[in-house]
Structures are given as C-alpha cells and as structure tokens.
C-alpha cells in the first residue's frame, strides 16, 4: 500500500514537473513576443508621432505663405502705384533727377521691409537646439508683426495687456509658433462666428511664480463635450477644409513636454481663453 501511494506521489509531483516546465516555457515564449510587440507598437507610436510633426509643420509652413502674402500685398501695391507714376512722369516728361531720387528711395524703403518680412519668418521657423531665457513681450510682438496685417483686414481688435515683461526659460521660436498658433485659432473662430465687433485679447500675468499668457476672443466659444478634446491629435472643431487637428495637439507637446509648462482651455462668457504657463526665471522691465 505505502509502495502504491508512494507511486502515486511520484507521478503527482512528475505531472506537476512537467506542468510547471511548460508553463514556464510558455511564460518566456510570451514575454519574448511581448517585448517584441511591445517594440512593435513604440515603433510605430514613433513613427506616428514624426508623421505628426512633419505634417504640422507643412501646416505651419502653408499658413506662413499666407501670412506672407498678406505682410506684401499693401507694399507691392505701392511699388506699382510708384512703378506707374514714374512710367507717367517719363511719358509726360516731367521726371527729373529729383523726383527719380526720392522714388528711388521710397522704393528701396518698401523693398527693405519685404526683405525684413522673409527674414522675420527664417527666423521663426530656425530650429533651436537648446532652452534658453526670452521675454514673453517680445514673444508677444513677433508673433504679432507675422498676423496683424491678416487679423487687420478680417476687423479684428487687438487688445495686448503687458503691464510687466518677464522671462522664461524654453524654446523661444517655438513659443512663438504656439502663440502664433493660438492666435490663428482666434482669429478663424470668429471669422466662423459672424461676430460684428470682434476681437482677440492678450494678457500677460504672474500667478504663484508662473507666467500666464492668455489669448483671449469673443467668438462664442467651444462646446462644453468637445473642449477635453481640442488637444486629441486630428480633432477639429472646424470643417475639413479648414482645419487637420493637429495644431493644437503640436502645441500641447510643445508647451507640456519640451518645455515643462502647461497649455489650457477654457469657455468664457463671451468666447474661448487659452492660456500657455510657464514657470518665471526672473523678471525684466518693471518691479
């Protein structure tokens, strides 16, 4: 009987052995096809993600194109308003080397500042490799020099609140770019609207050592089931046309992981704030 059970035993314990052998086995066979599939995935979030960043910045670069158009279309119009003059003058025969010189001049004027206006969006998009500590006011104004002939032409008031610059550490073109960004949105948001006295307000403010920028407009604002979503890459809130969804997401990133700030929206009674905060370095230009 003890000979019997002690069979029994030895065959539990061997079934037991071979149990545990193969569901070890099996346990490394899924961890090897895990870590691979687990590589896979990365892979391809990565390669999402650079399809992300590659797009948006065609996105960025179609939309500088436009702001470019805009920028040139008044002093073009004036060098062929002056083009045509001169061409009259010389008809008639009234050029002389006075006239000639003061035109000349104007023209090499308009043409300057066409040849700043290329120089201001190389410098916009230049890569930059390294944080450093900008002024959010002069963020502010370059960001502004590249829209305010577009925003002027579709009547939209700007109101800039800056009562005291500060500085902060980060990507300063890249900061710009989100501002800029932010501002567009604005901009499309109440052109959609219909609003009659539109108008888009930027305010600078110090809350708890973080340097709030809000950009504010009045053009209704964002419905409450959709405002979570506007920073989901490929959510719009405008038609297909107008929009890809990826701006905003771009600038979350931007904001959240390569500089450490936070980037928020919220409905207002009148329309959308969003509001870019990053922690103060040190102030500038004011007590």
């Known amino acids: ?25 099996e346990l490394k066979e899924f961890n090897q096809t895990l870590e691979i599939r687990v590589h896979e995935e990365v892979t391809k979030n990565q390669e999402r993600e650079r399809l992300l960043i590659q ?9 500088m194109i436009s702001n470019i158009a805009h920028q040139w279309r008044q002093p073009l119009s004036e060098l062929s308003a002056l083009l045509m003059g001169l061409k009259f003058r ?16 104007e023209a090499e004027r308009l043409i300057n500042y066409m040849s700043h206006t290329i120089d201001d969006f190389r410098n916009f998009f230049s890569p930059q490799k390294q944080k450093k500590h900008f002024s959010i006011k002069k963020s502010i104004q370059t960001a502004l ?5 577009s925003l ?17 550490l980060g990507f300063e073109n890249e900061y710009e770019q989100v501002l800029l960004n ?28 973080v340097v709030f920028l809000h950009v504010e407009d009045n053009g209704g604002g964002i419905k409450e089931d959709l405002i979570e979503k506007i920073f989901e890459p490929y959510f719009s809130t405008k038609t297909s046309a107008q929009g890809t969804g990826i701006g905003l ?7 959240e992981n390569n500089m450490d700030g936070t980037l928020e929206a919220k409905n207002t009674k009148e329309g959308t704030r969003m509001s870019i905060g990053l ?9």
């Not at 003890?2 to 545990?20: D, M, N, P, S």
């Not at 997401?249 to 904001?255: D, F, P």
């Not at 922690?279 to 007590?287: F, I, N, V, W």
């Open 145 to 149: 020099s590249i829209c305010s002939v």
């Open 55 to 63: 797009k948006s910045r065609f996105i960025a670069l179609g939309e």
């Open 90 to 105: 010389y008809g008639s025969k009234t050029l002389n080397d006075e006239i000639l010189e003061q035109k000349s001049k």
């Open 182 to 209: 932010l501002i567009t949105n604005a901009k499309d948001a109440l052109l959609e609207s219909g609003q009659k006295k539109p108008w888009i307000k930027i305010e600078l403010r110090l809350t708890k050592n």
């Open 279 to 287: 922690k103060r370095e040190y102030q500038e230009g004011g007590s």
């Open 1 to 25: 009987m003890a000979i019997i059970l002690g069979k029994q035993i030895e065959g539990f314990f061997h079934r037991y052995r071979q149990e545990v052998e193969e569901k070890t086995k």
């Open 249 to 255: 997401y771009m600038a979350k990133l931007i904001i």
């Open 152 to 168: 002027k032409q579709s009547n939209i008031d700007i109101e800039v609140i800056t009562p005291k610059d500060f500085l902060v």
